[in-house]
T-cell receptor
């Protein structure tokens, strides 16, 4: 099992450019999450998907959109990148039925200049 | 609202003990603990549920005081591998494991 995979690992964008961060999990989990982590800080939830076909806003959704393409894949899109979106982005997944641990991907380090 | 962790940082010698605290202003359904090493993804340690149930690591212990809305993580006989940043994540209701994370406690264990 690869667990949770994310692409790309690193990305540099110019202000105003767009991009999509990809996330996939092979653990047959229902729930998937996107977090951002700024230097020296904790994780903040951007969006989550409790199950295939549903998505909901988290703590910091502005400037982002998501797509739950199928049970395995959950993508995060930045339509017009801003320097304030420079961060490390983590995708995670978990079982839904009971309170359960989240499994995190390796992260995408994004710099917006 | 983000839970508050204390201390922000702690330095230990191998074999020493540490306690990391997590405090919330809201009533909690569950508290989750994760450890993150520099440049890596967070890794699950433990879940504490309202009502006393626990799931997780058998070498790390934790407590959850529902009335005080606080949780503590106990690291005993620390090893070099315990170094990293510890985060608590809190859930105010049973709603798909939606967590709000604290700012983290940086732990360094020295030989």
């Amino acid at each position: 099992n690869a667990g949770v995979t994310q692409t790309p690992k690193f990305q540099v964008l110019k202000t105003g450019q767009s991009m999509t961060l990809q996330c996939a999990q092979d653990m047959n989990h229902n729930s998937m999450y996107w977090y951002r982590q700024d230097p020296g800080m904790g994780l903040r939830l951007i969006y989550y998907s409790a199950s295939e076909g549903t998505t909901d806003k988290g703590e910091v959704p502005n400037g982002y959109n998501v797509s739950r393409l199928n049970k395995r894949e959950f993508s995060l899109r930045l339509e017009s990148a801003a320097p304030s979106q420079t961060s490390v982005y983590f995708c995670a997944s978990s079982e839904l039925e009971v309170v359960n641990e989240q499994y995190f991907g390796p992260g995408t380090r994004l710099t917006v200049t | 609202q983000q839970p508050v962790q204390s201390p922000q940082a702690v330095i230990l010698r191998e074999g020493e003990d540490a306690v990391i605290n997590c405090s919330s202003s809201k009533a909690l359904y569950s508290v989750h603990w994760y450890r993150q090493k520099h440049g890596e993804a967070p890794v699950f340690l433990m879940i504490l549920l309202k009502g006393g149930e626990q799931k997780g690591h058998d070498k790390i212990s934790a407590s959850f005081n529902e009335k005080k809305q606080q949780s503590s993580l106990y690291l005993t006989a620390s090893q070099l591998s315990y170094s990293g940043t510890y985060f608590c994540g809190t859930e105010i209701r049973n709603a798909g494991n939606m967590l709000t994370f604290g700012g983290g406690t940086r732990l360094m264990v020295k030989p």
